[in-house]
């Protein structure tokens, strides 16, 4: 199975006599490249430079480009190859709790991390086993069996590996989800009850005031991500929406393969942008008249928090988790591909108070600070119980 670069595990251990602030471990997994999925919690590593708390990298069986991508910052970053080798990197670091995602190969590695250490476990939830592979195909509201690409032959072994995910689920001492929207879907499609939520960090970028919506914009950045095989729907999607609205130039971001196949359909032009730095993307967001946001799976979603901050509206086709946190139509719509986008008529006094508004509540929840101090805050309740599922 494929390791897209996404948290793997955070190792934490209390302040005590020994050590003067806290050593959390960040292990990421990736055989492949240093990816989007990685940004929001390698965002912790680089409070590693600046005093209390400390935060170490464990990249375990990491893609060269990963590692090299963790260490840009000078984060401090350590790397095995095997099980051993992490399980030595953990005990010298003193590990007292192990935080693991639910990507099925890590959820089942960091169990057994947990287990060998004799420590307790608790399970970051955002990828949710079996929701994206189905996604493509809830899109097309066909929901037959043939619709969605099972039979006798894959169904059997997708329900033995869902009963597995939610077993591995239930055995963690806490569960926490990235949004509202996961902890439900938990509970509708697993069984599964995760009453606390902690938001992903964003990037912090430079704070710009906020464009409101505006028709007919010229300059487009789009991102293309967590399609999969949704790809080609997609970048169809965006063509449709560029040539109702009058879009001439459009940046992409994302993934690559589906940014070639929107650049073969659109007729306008486009340039495709990997690799970018912080700065760079911010930029981008800042130059642009409206970010566009295709996809139509996305357990959290941070784009569109990242270009509303950087002070360029959204349009997407589908809600997306981080609207529970702040919405208003002048700066963000929900639209068709065919539809064309309504301009805000609000006086400027108001779009600033009201756009300002919305990227405050925005910067509260997706704060590096806040991420921490809640992720340490349900650390240090499983810590303070000895046994047992903790559920808050």
């Known amino acids: 199975m494929a390791h897209p670069g996404v948290l793997a595990f955070l190792c934490y251990h209390p302040k005590d006599g020994e ?34 708390p400390r935060f170490f990298g464990l990249a375990h069986r990491a893609g060269v480009q990963l590692v090299q991508g963790l260490r840009k910052d000078g ?20 590990v007292d709790c192990i935080i693991g995602d639910d990507y099925f190969p ?12 004799k420590v ?28 969605l690409g099972l039979n006798l032959g894959t169904l059997i072994p997708f329900r033995v590996l869902v009963r597995a ?23 509708a499609n697993y069984g599964v009850e995760c009453r606390r939520v902690i938001y992903p960090p964003t990037a912090t970028f430079c704070r710009r005031e906020l464009k409101a919506l505006k028709s007919s914009p010229q300059h487009a950045i789009v991102y293309f991500g967590s399609v999969r095989e949704g790809g080609k729907e997609a970048a169809s999607r965006v063509s449709l929406l560029c040539r109702a609205n009058h879009i001439e130039h459009c940046d992409l971001i994302g993934s690559r393969e589906t940014s070639a196949l929107f650049a073969s359909v659109f007729g306008g032009n486009s340039e495709y942008h990997a690799d970018l730095s912080d700065t ?6 800042s130059s642009s008249e409206i970010t566009i946001l295709p996809q139509g799976w996305e357990s959290f979603g941070l784009v569109g928090p990242e270009s509303l901050l950087s002070g360029t509206p959204v349009a997407l086709f589908n809600f ?6 702040a919405y208003d139509k002048a700066f963000i719509a929900v639209v068709t591909p065919t539809e064309s986008l309504e301009e805000c008529h609000e006086s400027p006094d108001d779009l600033s ?36 599922n903790i559920s808050k």
């Open 320 to 325: 997306q988790p981080w609207m529970e946190i």
């Open 75 to 94: 984060s401090d970053v350590e790397t095995s190859r095997t099980f051993a080798q992490l399980l030595e990197n953990a005990r010298r670091l003193r």
């Open 165 to 187: 995910y939610t077993r591995m689920l239930q055995s963690a001492n806490a569960l926490v989800a990235n949004s509202q929207f996961t902890a439900q879907l938990l509970n």
């Open 19 to 52: 050590f003067s602030t806290l050593r959390v471990g960040l292990l990421f997994s990736d055989v492949k490249a240093y990816s989007a999925g990685a940004k929001p919690f390698s965002l912790l590593l680089r409070q590693n430079m600046r005093g209390d």
């Open 120 to 147: 307790p476990h608790i399970t970051y939830c955002h990828i949710l086993f079996g929701m994206q592979t189905l996604n493509p195909r809830l899109l097309s509201n066909d929901l037959s069996p043939r619709g």
């Open 353 to 388: 108070r009201l756009g300002s508004n919305l990227q405050s509540k925005l910067e509260g929840h997706l704060s590096a600070s806040n991420f921490m101090k809640q992720i340490t805050s349900v650390c240090e309740r499983v810590l303070s119980q000895n046994s047992g």
């Open 106 to 117: 890590r959820l089942q590695l960091s169990g057994r991390l947990a287990t060998r250490l």
């Open 280 to 285: 760079a993307l911010a930029s981008l967001y």
